[in-house]
């Protein structure tokens, strides 16, 4: 519920909302920004109902989702078979050193501010090349 919240557009006099109209919300969101892949972290965290609804945001709104986290995410993902047969390609990152670490995380952000650049996009007008990480969240 709290990723719901921490996406969806401000709600309607104060009320939070439940979780259908808080999914709605979402896929408005994701709809709207032109979304086309969703990157979770952390996901050995996340529950077998979030999980479900990752599953539900790739299948209704055809978007890529993209699930990182460490070698739990295995277990995880075999709790519900549909689901992990919609995450069978895995990559398994071998630990890297500090250079490594700086040479791959530099790779990752010219790719993706490159891709993902507001300018090249009429929708999202947001700085998205920042890597802060989102408060309260």
């Known amino acids: 519920m709290a ?3 921490s996406v969806a557009t401000p709600p309607i006099s104060g009320n939070r909302g439940r979780i259908p109209e808080l999914r709605e919300r979402l896929y408005n969101v994701l709809s709207n920004c032109g979304v086309e892949m969703l990157i979770l972290d952390e996901a050995q965290r996340l529950t077998e109902r979030a999980i479900s609804e ?3 945001i790739s299948d209704k709104l055809e978007i890529s989702v993209v ?3 460490t070698d739990r995410l295995n277990a995880v993902l075999s709790w519900d078979e549909q689901v992990k047969y919609r995450f069978l390609l895995t990559y398994h ?3 890297l050193n500090s250079e490594e670490l700086r040479e791959t995380t530099a790779l990752w952000k010219s790719i ?3 891709y ?3 300018q090249n996009s009429p929708v999202l007008k947001l700085k998205i090349c920042s890597f802060r990480k ?3 969240i």
Request: aromatic share 10%.
């Open 3 to 5: 990723f719901y919240r």
């Open 54 to 56: 990752a599953r539900d």
């Open 67 to 69: 699930l990182v986290g």
């Open 93 to 95: 990152m071998p630990r």
């Open 112 to 114: 993706s501010c490159n």
């Open 116 to 118: 993902l650049n507001p």
């Open 134 to 136: 989102p408060k309260d």
